[in-house]
């Protein structure tokens, strides 16, 4: 498979025979043996990532080495040639939620330890799908490949299983200039480019993504890619700007540097010349336009342990040499109306070098260095915010090195800053009042609910539903017959009795659901209650109500 900065591997028959071979969880003889959650990087990096439900990746192993290959350029070593544990699949599926709607991503592997690779070639790919769709029944899944395998059988089957997005990685659409990139033949870069009619054939959704190497295609030939994407039918293209750290041997940074300037003019070029079809920049560096920079600051007003909760005096801003610009203009404009000093200095990545600037690669070291040297310029400074997006979900850069070293070596509080404008103190605490908390607000809400029936006030109990008709164990309900619903529930609750269990779980960012146990007149047959909830702006509303049956048999929605 191949992206901005994608996998590597061999593309031989041998040796795959070999990667199977020596899978976890597979002895020689190809018979399963135990497998143990704790073993699984796969599994580690999707918890150190911060579960995110629309990752499955299962595949390290690639068919190509191509020319900008990241992981020989990377400065640590990441896994590579290996195939994810059908068993490690299964556990990760066990813990995700049914009701997750969005897209399931089965190649990307975040936060950066695993080379991406080709999930086409895992042995049991198939086998794998199954299960994710015997959890995930229409969600769109999402596969990224360099389109060599994609022939008629695997295409057809692959269609069993639609809805799906295919990113096909395609370079040139010259098979000369396919098989350099790729670093393969001529037969497979004829499959890649005969697979896009395939695609429409079978009726699987694609998008593009295209690393523009002028030195090696000439703007031309990226441009006829560019094209023949569009005409097929791509719902997107992906552009990246070719990526080379101080890794890269001087004669391949030849081959694969590209301007900035003249990449930007080709985005925009294409932007006029195809308008229907949406084009993905990448890096995108006009996301930072996005971070709220003034709520930011109104944190920063309060909370510092040395003023008695009041004002952080002096504020350093940490920013990525490409956030940089964008960063020191917005905080310049915001500083204005706050009564506290704010100044931003860049951070220049030492670690990988040549033209890697994003904040998400940046290391401990790298903001260690920049805080340094700009703690020379502005010796009383009291706070310093550090991009969160450098760092996953235990705090800690790609090299597992955590962030709490910052606060440590440079002496000086130290804040996590997050593309919502929210902030993770890293050490001690302040006195700026925590978000709401979930549990508390929704043991309100269900109080409400509870007592606006006992007190038969069942519109009260309606102006908490997102809309009507709302879905209950009766069926959709209209309003009226929502408050005769709540009516004859009422005995069900009385007053001195309480839930047995009490269980919330998040679906996504905006719903929850609230699942308890209840008993009956009967104590020895309990019940159950299941109430949705939607957020809708500010505020919590009831999306669906559901009452088990007292006699046990339909104690769930």
């Known amino acids: 498979m ?3 900065g994608p996998s590597a591997g061999l593309g031989s028959k041998r040796f795959l025979m070999k990667i199977k071979k020596d899978l976890p969880g597979f002895n020689r003889g ?3 043996t135990s497998f143990q959650a704790e073993d699984s990087i796969f599994f580690q990096e999707w918890v150190a990532s911060g579960q995110p439900q629309e990752q499955i990746p299962i595949s390290a192993v690639c068919n190509a080495r191509c020319l900008f290959c990241s992981n020989r350029m990377n400065p640590f070593p990441i ?8 068993e490690d699949v299964k556990l990760q599926l066990s813990l995700g939620s049914a009701n997750f709607a969005g897209e399931i991503h089965m190649s990307d592997s975040l936060p950066g330890r695993i080379s991406e690779g080709e999930a086409f070639l895992h042995p049991q790919f198939f086998e794998i799908l199954a299960l994710v769709r015997e959890k995930y029944l229409a969600n769109i899944l999402h596969f ?12 057809q089957k692959l269609a069993q299983f639609r809805p799906l997005e295919i990113n096909i990685s395609l370079h040139s659409t010259q098979p000369k200039l396919w098989a350099r990139i790729f670093q393969r033949t001529e037969k497979p870069a004829k499959i890649a480019l005969s697979s896009l009619s395939l695609l429409k054939k079978y009726h699987i959704d694609f998008t593009g993504t295209i690393v523009t190497l002028p030195m090696i295609c000439g703007w031309d030939d990226i441009e006829k890619t560019f094209g023949f994407l569009a005409d097929n039918g791509a719902r997107s293209i992906l552009l990246w700007w070719p990526g080379f750290s101080k890794k890269t041997p001087e004669g391949m940074k030849k081959e694969i540097e590209c301007s900035w300037d003249e990449f930007q003019a080709f985005v925009k070029r294409m932007q006029n010349k195809f308008p229907k079809v949406p084009i993905v920049p990448q890096p995108n560096l006009s996301e930072t336009l996005g971070l709220p920079i003034k709520r930011i600051m109104k944190f920063t007003l309060l909370g510092n342990l040395k003023t008695f909760g009041g004002a952080f005096l002096k504020v350093l801003w940490l920013a990525s040499e490409a956030a940089y610009p964008d960063i020191s203009r917005m905080v310049e404009q915001a500083a204005k109306s706050v009564s506290n000093e704010h100044h931003v200095f860049p951070v220049k990545n030492i670690s990988y070098g040549g033209n890697i600037k994003v904040s998400g690669l940046l290391m401990v070291s790298d903001f260690l260095s920049a805080g340094k040297k700009a703690l020379e310029i502005w010796p009383d400074t009291d706070l310093v915010l550090i991009p969160g997006m450098a760092f996953d979900a235990f705090f800690r850069d790609l090299q597992k090195t955590p962030a709490i070293k910052i606060p440590e070596i440079l002496g000086r509080t130290a804040w996590l800053i997050f593309d919502n404008g929210a902030f993770h103190q890293i050490r001690g605490r302040g006195f700026v009042k925590p978000e709401n908390d979930v549990k508390t ?6 109080k409400f609910f509870d007592q606006s029936i006992q007190e038969e006030k069942f519109d009260a109990v309606s102006s908490i539903v997102a809309s009507f008709p709302i879905p209950t164990s009766e069926g959709l309900l209209k309003k009226i017959e929502f408050r005769n619903f709540l009516k004859q529930a009422k005995p ?9 269990k009490r269980i919330l779980e998040k679906l996504d960012n905006n719903r929850i659901l609230c699942m308890e146990d209840w008993h009956g007149k009967d104590t020895s047959t309990p019940f159950s209650r299941w109430l949705f909830f939607k957020k809708i702006g500010d505020n919590w509303k009831m999306e669906m109500l559901f009452f088990g049956q007292e006699n046990g048999e339909n104690e769930s929605p």
């Open 30 to 32: 190809g018979s399963k």
């Open 79 to 86: 896994k590579q040639n290996i195939f994810r544990d059908i």
């Open 2 to 4: 191949s992206r901005g």
């Open 492 to 500: 069900r609750f009385p007053s001195n009795t309480c839930f047995e």
């Open 441 to 446: 607000t929704f043991e309100k809400i269900l």
């Open 144 to 155: 990224t490949t360099n389109a060599s395998m994609l022939d008629e059988p695997l295409v």
